[in-house]
């Protein structure tokens, strides 16, 4: 592993706004980790946690977790947003297959998934970030009427997810097929990543999907 690689993962361990496996955090995020009682906004897969960065400034009144297993890329948002004095945002080094080993019953209000690995090809359909698998888990975890928010380039998983919601009985708010073909209102769809802008530069389709459980 590279040098600096090993030096962002000790770095990371040290910031104030970080953990790794939090065992023992389940239930008490907003007064073990934050300091204050607000609702709690997770971003999945979240790489250098820009999305979460984005909503932690725009709304202070909430506070924003990204969680992802590469500790190089959330050493960057976890400095930025340490840096920025941003105290409504924190991150989390694990897989997100066990997000409901730390967070209990009722205990998020969203969840975001903005440009989650597509996954191509059928043995990998069960490692979709919108598949059964990772659907229980935010059921688990999320309030009542609490929405999950996806935005893809990818056609495999826009199609997959709509066909995988219906399956499981979720109710669906918005569907946008093309995001950017019509007037967005909603200032956390006009958040753009790094893939995203990318995405973008190759005259990509950006396609945001929002669910609730029923």
């Known amino acids: 592993m590279p040098k600096n690689k090993l030096q ?64 190089a890329r959330l050493w960057v948002g976890a400095k930025t947003a340490f840096e920025q004095g941003l105290e409504n945002v924190g991150f989390v080094r694990t897989h997100i297959e066990f997000v409901d080993t730390y967070f209990k019953r009722d205990e998020v209000s969203e969840i975001w998934l903005p440009f989650p690995d597509p996954q191509p090809g059928a043995s990998k359909a069960n490692k979709r970030l919108s598949s059964p698998r990772f659907l229980k888990g935010y059921e688990r975890i999320l309030q009542t009427n609490g929405k999950v928010h996806l935005k893809t380039d990818s056609d495999l998983l826009y199609e997959y997810t709509l066909e995988t919601l219906e399956d ?47």
């Open 168 to 214: 499981y009985g979720c109710k669906l708010l918005k569907n946008m097929p093309d995001l950017y073909s019509q007037s967005v209102n909603d200032p956390l769809l006009t958040v753009q990543t790094t893939y995203e802008k990318r995405h973008l530069a190759k005259d990509r389709v950006i396609k945001y999907v929002c669910w609730q459980f029923e």
């Open 8 to 71: 962002k993962f000790a770095e990371f361990e040290m910031f104030p706004n970080t953990r790794t496996h939090p065992m023992g955090m389940k239930g008490h995020w907003n007064t073990h980790f934050f300091t204050t009682d607000k609702p709690i906004t997770l971003e999945l897969a979240c790489g250098r946690g820009e999305y979460s960065l984005a909503m932690g400034r725009m709304f202070p009144d909430r506070h924003f977790i990204g969680i992802d297993k590469k500790g």
